[in-house]
């Protein structure tokens, strides 16, 4: 008896509606590599500016280091005075929520689609990720769709998550465990 296999040419993803015609995502693609997916040091004002006129909500004091990467920013939102790190990459494919005074380290990557390994045809998966107020993901970090880094949680180096955090934990390794708690220290 034969196991069933995957079958590629029967992926089909028209469901899939991106959010703006064609020509406002091949404008974006346009902007997006001459504005942020450069090592040119435009400043942070001009590239929220950009990505503010094609439909994200970008808050105030927001930075916005050098080659980062967003695929619809019609499908982002980012809170007052976060950080998101060189080349950190925004896979906006569902929507993608940043709270404030967050930090996206270099190299970060927020995935919001996957594919369902299970269907012969890889069928296409999108689902929101949400980095809530004071969180960091740090260097390399990767958040997977559905993924929610809660209010100061921490997402170590290289670790990888996977679903739901709990505010003010820190959260190491693949897959991401909760491995303590996060204190932080009062100012006075």
Known sequence: MSR???????????????????????????????????????????KAGLLRRFGA???????????????????????NDSWIGEGAWIDSLANVTIGSNACLSQGCMIETGNHDWSKPAFDLIVREVVVEDGAWAAVKSVLLPGSRLASHAILGAGSVLSGDTEPYGIYVGVPARKVKERSIDSVG
Do not use: C, E
Request: proline share 8%; glycine share 8%.
């Open 4 to 46: 069933p296999v995957t079958n590629l040419s029967a992926f089909d993803n028209a469901w899939y509606d991106p959010g703006r015609s064609l020509g406002v995502r091949l404008a974006w693609m346009a902007v997006n590599r001459v504005f942020l997916q450069t090592w040119m040091p435009w400043p942070s004002t001009v």
């Open 57 to 79: 909500r970008i808050g105030n004091g927001v930075v916005l280091k050098n080659h980062i990467n967003v695929k619809y920013p019609w499908k982002l939102t980012i809170g």
